[in-house]
């Protein structure tokens, strides 16, 4: 999958060489990375952005079809096109991590679920599988909370105590 997304990359590329000739040859490479890091993790992130490293290098650099890098602004161009891969590749990690927390967190809660925003909205409903019997009146995504809930109704939960020092 990264080596295809790479490879599509390349082409888009290259397609776009007469308009863009040796400016912005890492542009197409970025979308190709976040994808395969999206969908597969760490490993193929970092295999599509070693494969448009190479791709660059190869098709994209002056002399094309050698390894030579003769422009320090194209080899500092390569160095922060590797770091700026390596920290996308560990946001999106970071963003795959949390969202299978929050997903393992909202599939072990026995009641149900209500999230709002900062303004009180609701954004999202999940019923426990294992209480049908929860039935809230909401009939829309977007309405305050308080027009279907009343706050002091709400148990209360003790929080755990936090040491600030």
Same mark, same amino acid.
């Not at 997304?5 to 060489?17: E, I, M, W, Y």
């Not at 997903?103 to 409903?125: E, F, K, M, Q, Y």
């Given at each position: =999958? ?7 990359? *390349? @082409? ?8 863009? +000739?040796? +400016?912005?040859?890492?542009? =197409? ?10 969908? $597969?993790?760490?490993?193929? $992130? ?5 494969? !448009?490293? /190479? @791709? *660059? ?16 602004? =194209?080899?500092?161009?390569?160095? %922060?096109?590797?770091?700026? !891969?390596? @920290?996308?590749?560990? %946001? ?25 925003? @900062?303004? !009180?909205?609701?954004? %999202? ?15 829309? =995504?977007?309405?305050?909370? !308080?027009? +279907? ?7 209360? *939960?003790?929080?755990?105590? /936090?040491?600030?020092?």
């Amino acid at each position: =999958m990264a080596a295809a997304t790479v490879a599509a990359s *390349v @082409a888009v590329r290259l397609l776009l060489d007469p308009v863009l +000739h040796e +400016h912005e040859p890492y542009i =197409m490479f970025f979308p190709a990375v976040a994808f395969a890091a999206w969908i $597969g993790g760490r490993g193929p $992130g970092l295999l599509a952005l070693l494969l !448009g490293a /190479v @791709a *660059v290098v190869w098709f994209l650099f002056e002399p094309r079809g050698t390894w030579l890098i003769l422009r320090p602004e =194209m080899q500092l161009g390569l160095v %922060l096109y590797v770091l700026v !891969g390596c @920290a996308l590749i560990a %946001l999106i990690e970071t963003l795959r991590r949390n969202q299978e927390q929050l997903r393992t967190t909202l599939a072990s809660i026995g009641d149900a679920v209500i999230t709002t925003d @900062a303004d !009180g909205s609701i954004c %999202l409903i999940r019923r426990s599988p294992s209480r049908p019997s929860f039935s809230a009146s909401v009939t829309s =995504m977007n309405t305050r909370f !308080g027009r +279907h809930f009343s706050y002091s109704a709400m148990p209360s *939960v003790a929080l755990p105590a /936090v040491r600030t020092s």
